[in-house]
């Protein structure tokens, strides 16, 4: 009894102390990544589930357009002149409204008309649905894209860069931005970023000019609408290889207006700190 006595009386007392609930049941970590997209969605307003549709439903309308071209031609080919002009009304209007995408009006073109008709009527159909893409999404984003690119440092350096440069360069960008994009949601963008329309009208021309050719060109040749890819390997690697190029020069252009920014709040801090 003494030696558990002693025991008691050498052992310190430890005040138990009682877990908070906040301490037994930690927050979860919110998602700020989400909570974020989904502030910024909603502060797009109709622009957010514009971009959503320019980007999605074309590929969509592309596919069952490429299954009806054998309905289609007939009606075309019985009105030449009525059908041709028909066939630019439509091209321009379903490819601005993000309904249809360029390529798959474009072997329209060329499977119908040949390319001596089909790629100067493909491309006509390109600079209309450009120019109703442009004035869809500048009433559709108002200046909401551009308030929001106000508030983030290193988005309006991107932006200047790239758009806000002077017209050469602007024009320079969306030539490289035109070569291999989606023509409905690039339209969407640099309506939304208010990219100066002369640039944006004469960079479309120039940007989509090459694979408009290319579309026509493969479709007026070919006997029966198969669409084997193996048959044009060379489109689809000159494509890839574009498309590497055009994120190489654009991401470098980027990163160099973004590391100026970052230079720029290096030496504030470094400023504000001598000065303390």
């Not at 108002?142 to 932006?159: F, H, N, S």
Request: charged share 15%.
């Amino acid at each position: 009894m003494l030696i558990a006595a002693n025991i008691q009386m050498s052992t310190p007392k430890t005040e138990h102390t009682p877990e908070s609930p906040h301490d037994a049941n930690p927050p979860k970590p919110r998602t700020d990544t989400s909570q974020r997209f989904s502030t910024l969605f909603r502060r797009l307003g109709p622009a957010g589930p514009l971009a959503v549709v320019s980007a999605t439903l074309p590929a969509l309308g592309g596919l069952v357009l490429l299954g009806m071209l054998t309905s289609i031609e007939p009606h075309l080919k019985a009105y030449r002149e009525v059908g041709l002009v028909l066939y630019v009304l439509g091209f321009a209007l379903l490819a601005g409204l993000a309904i249809l995408p360029t390529y798959a009006q474009s072997v329209l073109g060329g499977w119908v008309y040949k390319f001596p008709l089909g790629f100067p009527a493909a491309l006509g159909g390109v600079l209309g649905g450009a120019l109703i893409g442009y004035g869809v999404g500048l009433r559709a984003a108002g200046d909401r894209v551009l308030r929001l690119i106000d508030e983030q440092p290193k988005w309006k350096a991107v932006y200047e860069a790239l758009l806000g440069s002077g017209f050469w360069k602007t024009l320079l960008i969306i030539t490289l931005v035109r070569l291999n994009s989606p023509f409905a949601l690039t339209n969407f963008v640099l309506a939304a970023t208010r990219a100066n329309p002369f640039a944006y009208v004469l960079g479309t021309v120039l940007g989509l000019s090459p694979r408009t050719a290319a579309a026509v060109f493969i479709a007026a040749g070919l006997k029966e609408l198969t669409f084997e890819r193996g048959g044009h390997k060379w489109l689809w690697i000159t494509g890839i290889v574009v498309t590497l190029i055009v994120i190489v020069i654009i991401g470098q252009i980027a990163n160099n207006a973004v590391a100026k920014v970052t230079a720029a709040d290096s030496q504030a801090g470094c400023r504000s700190q001598t000065k303390i």
